[in-house]
């Protein structure tokens, strides 16, 4: 198997990458009864549920080298190409990974072919339009999965029995380092090991990167972020687009 997207961006993942427990909690009561559990580009095994009989599927040495000793198994292999029998599992889990696949298409299929139950969380095109920090500041990050729209809601729901569509709203001390999790703290996107942990800035060009974080240091500095979206600080949380879809069984 060759080398994946993470083998390159991953390394240093864990230092801001880590569970939200009310994040969890929304993705856990989505899992609901399931049992066996296979969780489809697991990376570093957060949102994994405890107490589960749980699978992880990983690409990338450099991710599943970054898991806890005491977390699930996995094996490696592409979401494209899983290798379990047809209905082996009761819950198949893909959260923040639907946008990496190379074909997605084939990947939920494969989710649906392994698993009863399919929870995955993926976000809507609202992230990249609307969210100030791609609009204002590093907008090359909404052409880095431009070819492929098949990672929002309404397209998954085209391939899975879509069953129910939840917003996940962040909260303003939100614990992951996702990419829209610093809404409302913008000073956490000028660290470098913030932005290394976020899979649409680390892919930007080393030029772009800089000219963004400037820019955005420069705003802040000034005050013309606060001037212009300052009243966020005030807020608990935000839909910035984040969807949890629960479908099959």
Known sequence: MTGTRYDQIGISYTRTRRTDPRVAAQIYGAVGDARTIVNVGAGTGSYEPSGRDVVAVEPSPTMYRQRPADAAPVVRASAERLPFADRSFDAALAIFTVHHWTDTRRG??????????????????????????VREYFPE???LDAA???YTSSEI?????????????????CLDGFAACFWNRPEAYTDPDVQAGISGLARLDVEVRARGTEHLRADLASGVWDAR??????????DIGYRLLVAGE
């Open 157 to 173: 729901a085209r391939v899975l029995d879509v069953r129910s569509v939840e917003p996940v709203m962040v909260p303003a001390d």
């Open 229 to 238: 979206f300052g009243s966020l600080r005030a807020l608990t949380e935000l």
């Open 148 to 150: 492929s729209s098949g």
């Open 141 to 143: 990050m909404a052409a």
């Open 108 to 133: 939920l299929e494969e989710l649906r072919r392994v698993a009863r139950r399919q929870v995955v969380l993926s976000y809507d095109a609202l992230v990249e339009q609307d969210f100030w920090l």
